[in-house]
């Protein structure tokens, strides 16, 4: 069955650290998205693609980046972490033609 | 810009009762697309519905159906019959519309409680 995967599942890594979060769909889906989860704010958008070579900033993406290679994978990519990055990661996929978003897992990222 | 608020942080209900769950949604487009997800303990985001802004009918999905009032601009989320399992988080989310625009948006959720 086709899928999205995150990993890793749990990361704890110390402030300044470069750390790679990968997201992994196997729809074909040309549409992918980053989210993160804090309380009392739901999912807020960091970064999406709509296919290889595209990528959108988001409303919290300072301090984040993302690239798109191929159609199946979508890393996000902590360039210095802080401990204000402390959250719940999501990604997300959407087939342009269809309505709504398979969600992978999530990766729980702690930066102390 | 386009918003989502859901003003309940916390909601009870006791089992085989029905429940609503409020959601309302600012926006100038007249196109677009409301969602609804269930989150529960173990962290999954499940999609439950969704309701297209030309749709005529109000969507349903089994307990779930969602209560569109447009001129309102709300989309309430009622589940019939709750169930123990129903417990979780609820987020509403809108799909800004417009050509080569596809992002959804999320409301800050409901944690919904159902006792027996």
């Known amino acids: 069955d086709a899928e999205i995967t995150q990993s890793p599942r749990h990361k704890i890594t110390e402030t300044g650290r470069q750390v790679t979060l990968a997201c992994h769909q196997t729809?074909?889906?040309?549409?992918m998205f980053w989210y993160r989860q804090d309380l009392g704010h739901g999912l807020r958008l960091i970064h999406y693609s709509y296919g290889v070579q595209d990528t959108n900033k988001g409303e919290v993406s300072d301090g984040y980046s993302v690239s798109r290679s191929n159609t199946e994978d979508l890393p996000l990519t902590l360039e210095s972490a802080a401990s204000s990055q402390t959250s719940v990661y999501f990604c997300?996929?959407?087939?342009?033609?269809?309505?709504?978003?398979?969600f992978g897992q999530g990766t729980r990222l702690t930066v102390v | 810009a386009q918003k989502i608020t859901q003003t309940q942080p916390g909601m009870f209900v006791q089992e085989k009762e029905a429940v609503t769950l409020d959601c309302t949604y600012d926006t100038s487009d007249p196109s677009y697309g409301l969602f609804w997800y269930k989150q529960p303990s173990s962290g999954e985001m499940i999609f439950l519905i969704y309701?297209?802004?030309?749709?005529?009918q109000n969507a349903t999905e089994g307990r779930y159906s969602l209560n569109f009032q447009k001129a309102r601009k709300s989309a309430n989320l009622v589940i019939s019959a709750s169930q123990l399992g129903d417990s979780a988080m609820y987020f509403c989310?809108?799909?800004?519309?417009?050509?080569?625009?596809?992002?959804?948006?999320f409301g800050t959720g409901t944690r919904l409680q159902v006792f027996p």
């Open positions: 997300a996929s959407r087939d342009s033609l269809n309505t709504e978003a398979f």
């Open positions: 989310a809108m799909r800004e519309a417009g050509y080569n625009t596809d992002k959804l948006i």
């Open positions: 729809w074909n889906h040309n549409n």
């Open positions: 309701q297209g802004s030309y749709d005529q």
